[in-house]
């Protein structure tokens, strides 16, 4: 990575933002973190997954599941993403061959699937800085146009190879 | 980023009641055309956090202060932890139905490839973009992809701004085209609802969330697998998309992109400017 794009003085596309991102860097800083951003979701499954106490062990098989996973990705010597790894969790506790996987499985269906990624996007609408609306000012209307053509583009093709193959 | 803004009690607050606006308004389906349009809950919690944007609205810092809305930027990766956990613990039991549908799962990761066929050549002979179409259209612009560019080019190179740019669209409206894209196509009948599950796994965390809960509204009676194929999807992505990017996707889009005179548009924008 060259320096000047660490050191960008307007604070822009830069890569030590995306570095900072990454939150197996920062495990304990992360814990906590999690826990706040879990409470907003245990809150938010109230409406449409189950009470509070019910879905309390869900919520806590989650924040463990998502700790797990972070303290491997931090710890293995090659990179993958963390959400592979705490998926990758998930996938192998929650296998019929795994012990108590279907006490697992019980206690996280408590835990709607929605309702868990309803705060991300409240988050995500809240962080919308003024260098994004200037970016749609500027080059914008050409990127969002690519943007989608882009997103529609990967989705259909896939859904056309996965269609032909299943 | 300084914790005291990170763990502020007036954005965890203003999320969580959001958030409770957005679940209790529910899911609201819409008929267009041949389709039905699906709007989610997160739909309501993304308009409800812009519309309670400092940045967006001067009024609002009197909640939200600005520093307070800049803390919100890394709770987003976090908070989608959770939901990607909950997501794996959907393929676990239905491991036996994704090992049989096997191939058309790893094989419709070549579908990222898809990317390019429609987008490059509408930005380099439509829009006239330069080598920024590369950047922009290799790929569906997500984590691995954007570490990818930044190695070969730097990100303040034309391909670097060129993904960001796609990058920052994704982050914003991506979950919410993806939703809708997806929910839309479902309601067509066109294709196989578990294809359009497979097709959602391309996408990051937030994306697939929306993606595959968009579908899974649409067929509830398919809920537990359409999620478990979206999630093995978006798993088989993540371990192999940065593979494909570098060695298929990107040499490839550098071809196409010689074979559109995409070099000779740049020539000519020099000598005009």
Redesign the interface.
């Known amino acids: ?2 320096p ?2 660490t050191t ?1 003085p307007n604070g822009g ?3 030590s933002a ?1 570095v ?4 197996e860097q920062q495990l304990g ?2 814990a ?3 826990a ?6 245990w ?2 499954n ?3 997954g189950a009470p509070l106490h019910l879905a309390l062990p869900g ?1 806590l ?3 463990a ?2 700790m797990i ?2 303290v491997i990705g931090r710890f293995v010597p090659f990179y ?5 790894w ?11 061959a ?1 012990p108590g ?1 279907g006490w ?2 019980g206690q ?1 269906s408590h ?1 709607d ?18 260098r ?2 200037t ?1 749609f000012r500027q ?2 209307w ?22 032909l ?2 | 980023m300084d914790m005291k803004l990170l763990l502020d009690w007036r954005l965890h607050l203003t999320v969580i009641l959001a958030s409770l606006l957005a679940e209790w308004i529910g899911i609201l389906r819409i008929p267009l055309g041949p389709g039905t349009l699906l709007l989610l809950p997160l739909f309501y919690a993304f308009l409800v956090g812009v519309l309670l944007n400092p940045h967006l609205f001067m009024s609002m810092q009197r909640i939200i202060p600005k520093p307070v809305s800049n803390a919100a930027g890394p709770l987003i990766m976090i908070s989608v932890l959770p939901f990607i956990a909950k997501f794996g613990s959907t393929i676990g039991p239905a491991i036996e139905q994704l090992v049989a549908a096997g191939p058309a799962l790893i094989l419709q990761e070549l579908g990222n490839l898809g990317t390019m066929l429609l987008a490059l050549p509408f930005a380099v002979l439509v829009l006239r973009m330069g080598r920024e179409a590369i950047g922009a259209t290799y790929s569906i612009a997500r984590e691995p992809n954007i570490a990818v560019i930044s190695d070969k080019y730097g990100l303040r190179s034309p391909e670097g701004i060129g993904i960001m740019g796609v990058y920052v669209v994704g982050t914003m409206f991506g979950t919410l085209y993806f939703a809708l894209m997806a929910g839309y196509l479902a309601s067509l009948d066109l294709l196989d609802i578990r294809a359009l599950a497979m097709a959602c796994g391309v996408g990051s965390g937030s994306m697939v969330a929306a993606c595959s809960g968009a579908l899974a509204e649409a067929a509830p009676h398919l809920r537990d697998e359409l999620l478990a194929f979206s999630g093995a999807s978006n798993l088989l992505t993540y371990a192999t998309g940065l593979y494909v990017s570098l060695f298929i996707a990107l040499p490839a889009a550098e071809w196409l992109y010689k074979r559109l005179g995409g070099a000779m548009f740049e020539e000519i924008r020099h000598e005009t400017h």
């Open positions: 990575m060259k000047t794009e960008a596309f830069d890569a995306l900072e991102l990454r939150p800083k992360t906590l973190l999690l706040a951003v879990c409470v907003a979701a809150i938010s109230m409406v449409n919520m098989i989650l924040y599941m998502v996973g972070l993958l993403p963390s959400v592979a705490v998926s990758l969790v998930s996938i192998v506790v929650t296998l019929p795994f996987s697992i499985v996280l835990v699937f929605l309702a868990v990624v309803t705060p991300v996007l409240a988050y995500a609408g809240l962080a919308l800085t003024g994004e609306f970016m080059t914008g050409k990127l969002v146009i690519v943007s989608l053509l882009v997103f529609t583009g990967t989705f259909v093709a896939s859904a056309v190879i996965a269609n193959l299943l």
